[in-house]
């Protein structure tokens, strides 16, 4: 949740509230079906091979959150709301409508006859065991943190869902809903309280999306197959057979894109790639939104002087990091490595969005988004701090892409250049760098990050809230307050200087540093078409609408 820049947001958005207005009742009908509604049956147009460097952490939605589990993931399971392509608002998809039905209280009814692949019944006892089921797992790697306001969930009779919350007036729980926390799954496959492996997912045929698969190989190639069982708004997939096909090495990928050996790509070639193949005949390359943003985490117990090391000093490890925020040139990062595709990032939350506050530029460096050496010496100088400061840094290039390896150099030289700062740089595969990270294994180290949905708040919840996903030790009673009046603040006014405070504060304390904000591309061959002209806006590349000739 990885990059390569496309047009930003034309508008401030918050994310579906157009469609869902906060009220004592409303409904949203169900809008935009295809003809799976009516029983039509998949296209047998020729198969889709789609392309990717991206590694799959886990199918089970409890414990993952990143882009190459989501993207399988995105096709196999479906939710109760969801987004088409093209929009950023949500409206039914396994259900037929949602309702306020108190300040705290969401009813969704569902469709009728629903089932997964394997001939189970899909009821609100499956919805409710999803929800209590990824509270109580909570994997670190995993979406539960988006259910920070859900106190409660309850399934009166089969075709009715009631959301009980923590807090009034959360006009963004529908958005929760048609995220990667809302994946309806089936009880009578997945365990209440732990993680299933892939192989007994893959063998039991818990599929409610548009595809289920067909076979698996990890990691290597994963055929789909498009589920007759599906009744929501995507509609009966266009393509029946669509292969997923993973790469290790992105330059592979793109002589195969080139040679038509594949019909598409998903993550991730580098900004030269991109634009060479832009050039060529036969291959087109589409590009989204740029609200992805990329930004290196600080772990609070093992970054130096942090909480677990045996020079632990909250003072100096502050320094630490707010001397790092002096040192770090951003304009040369997006200039040099991703040829301005990228553009420099000063809060956690992207340009564009509603309430986005360059909360860096005037703290750091130059106080007009460049570095100042002198301002880092005089930090480190003023804590007692002894420099050269040792940092250990940690990268992927296999999930955000082989830029990374000259993105990580070029921060490695910006902060030696200074004096006073000796980088260790280190890499690791991303099945392993997010287990890895959330023991604290990593002092610091890069991540990535696209809108589950487009609102602000999916900006600052999960890095800033306790539990958070970052899972890197901050907690901060003022910040984690100021988020909670935000996300049930009904004055756009109120709401959007509640924003700025939180990234304020937060930016204070330098918990991550904010580098850069672009977007993917998707690369197809010429006859590959139903690739929206303007992606979707949380950057989901749905296969549903796919199509060659």
Known sequence: MALHSGPAPSRPLRSGLGAISLSTAFLVALTGCTSSKDGGTASSGAAITVGTTDQ?????????????????????????????????????????????TGPKEYTVTLQKGLKFANGHE????????????????????????????LASVAAPDPTTVVFTLKSANDTLFPQVLSTAAGYIVDEQVFPADKILDDKSI??????????????????????????????????????KNVQLKYYTDAGNLKLDVQQGTIDAVYRTLTTADLDDLGKQ???????????????????LATQPYGTTTKNADAKKALAVRQAVADSVDRAQLAQQVYKNTYQ???????????????????????????????????????AKVSTPVTLNLQYNS????????????????????????????????????????????????QLGWYADYLDADNYLSPFYSANSWVANGYDDPAVRALIKKEETETDAAKRTELLKQAQDKAAAQVPLLPLLQGSTAIVTRSDVSGVPAELDATYQFRWAGLSKK
């Open 398 to 445: 296999d999930h955000y892409g082989s830029s990374s390896a000259d993105e990580y150099a070029l921060i490695k030289s910006q902060l030696e250049a200074t004096g006073l700062f000796k980088v260790n740089l280190q890499s690791t595969e991303w099945t392993q760098y997010g287990k890895d990270r959330v023991k604290h294994l990593y002092p610091l180290y």
């Open 122 to 149: 899909l009821t609100s006892s499956d919805v409710k065991f999803s929800f209590d089921r990824d509270l109580k797992i909570a994997d670190e790697n995993g979406p539960s943190s988006l259910l920070y306001n």
């Open 202 to 239: 893959v063998t039991a045929k818990p599929w409610n999306g548009p595809y289920g698969i067909k076979s698996y190989d990890k990691n290597s190639l994963v055929s789909f197959t498009a589920n007759a069982d599906y009744k929501g708004q995507l509609g009966t997939p266009k393509t």
């Open 281 to 299: 005949k036969g291959v087109k390359v589409h590009t989204g939104s740029g609200n992805g943003i990329r930004y290196i985490v600080f772990d």
């Open 344 to 382: 420099p990032l000063y809060s956690s939350v992207p340009d564009g969005l509603t309430g986005a506050t360059p909360s860096f530029k005037p703290l750091y460096g130059d106080k007009k988004g460049g570095p100042d050496k002198a301002a880092a010496a005089a930090r480190l100088k003023a």
């Open 56 to 100: 799959v952490t886990s199918l089970d939605p409890a414990g993952a959150w990143d882009a190459g589990s989501g993207t399988i993931e995105n096709e196999v399971y479906a939710t109760l709301l969801s987004q088409k392509n093209g929009s950023a608002d949500v409206s039914p998809d396994l259900a037929t409508g949602i309702k306020l």
